[in-house]
């Protein structure tokens, strides 16, 4: 008797139907209205620009009145304008060397504030003031140190390369730009790396103490392979954050001299009230293509991580 109520409640339960997927428990359509403000926001601020602008870059709109569409006329012309080949350079160029600089100094710093020293945690607080700093306020304090501090200094010292400003050499001006950016791009890359390190368990450090792996063989070894993850998306994110320079050239060189430091934004925002409205769109237009492209691989390495 007992076995045959056991079966019977056995059979009740595989009867039960199946819970209903696809929807998640706890989230009701009332709380899917309060991102009905923020979409909004988005498509007026972001989307509409976004779909007018594009439409424009086939136009010869000067950004008022009449206009016609002229094809792709705008993107053929773009290929083969010295100006803009060369703004591409240079954005480009200044993003690879700065992300290289930017990370080789940040994950250093990291591996000294994770190891044990004095001061660390203070040293931490110290070494992330440039982030919260205004890029244009940086760049102005610069410009005066290169200009005028840097100057007397080496002439003081018979220096003479440098007795004249960096920023007024075609030749120099670009390295003053590197060093001011990665002065304020190191923190939060920096932050990234110390999260990284201090994931590590302890335990692998002290078993390759107990083998006689020396501090280096370590590092290359251990601390590298393991943070590889988070190297991948610190160059995504530079790379990307890089691609925009504006602010800093504008307050250092001001794309100068000439235009041996203009960026591709520069260049962009130079059109737009200079009548070239729709061909700098269409150079715009480009341009927020590549950012999308790194965006999307940011988020996969950034997803691709967390789930790790």
């Known amino acids: 008797m007992a076995t045959t109520t056991t079966t019977q409640a056995v059979r009740r339960d595989d009867a039960a139907p199946a819970p209903r997927r696809g929807r998640r ?67 480009i160029g200044f993003a690879l060397v700065t992300v290289l600089v930017v990370n080789v100094v940040a994950f250093l710093l990291a591996v000294g504030l994770t190891s044990k020293i004095r001061g660390k945690v203070p040293l931490r607080a110290v070494f992330v003031l440039p982030m919260v700093i205004s890029g244009i306020v940086i760049a102005y304090v610069f410009n005066f140190l290169f200009s005028n501090s840097l100057p007397r200094w080496a002439g003081a010292v018979g220096f003479t390369p440098l007795e004249q400003s960096m920023l007024a050499d075609p030749d120099l001006a670009w390295i003053t730009i590197v060093i001011v950016t990665a002065w304020q791009a190191i923190p939060s890359a920096l932050l990234i790396y110390v999260a990284g390190i201090l994931s590590i368990p302890g335990e692998v450090y002290e078993a390759a103490s107990l083998d006689g792996a020396s501090a280096g063989r370590r590092l290359r070894s251990i601390t590298l392979p393991l943070v590889a993850g988070y190297v991948l998306i610190n160059i995504v994110i530079g790379f990307k954050n890089f691609l925009n320079a504006y602010d800093i050239i504008v307050g250092l060189t001001n794309g100068g001299p000439g235009t041996a430091t203009r960026s591709v934004a520069m260049t962009i925002f130079s059109g737009f009230t200079g009548g070239d409205y729709a061909y700098q769109m269409a150079n715009a237009t480009i341009f927020f293509l590549i950012a999308v492209v790194l965006a999307l691989l940011q988020i996969r390495l950034t997803r691709g991580k967390a789930a790790l």
């Open 25 to 91: 428990p706890g989230v009701g359509r009332t709380s899917y209205l309060f991102l009905v403000p923020s979409l909004v926001l988005f498509t007026l601020a972001i989307t509409v620009p976004a779909i007018m602008g594009i439409t424009l870059s086939f136009t010869d709109s000067v950004g008022f009145g009449e206009f016609d569409f002229t094809g792709l006329t705008n993107y053929v012309a773009l290929f083969s304008d010295p100006a803009i080949l060369s703004s591409y350079g240079f954005t």
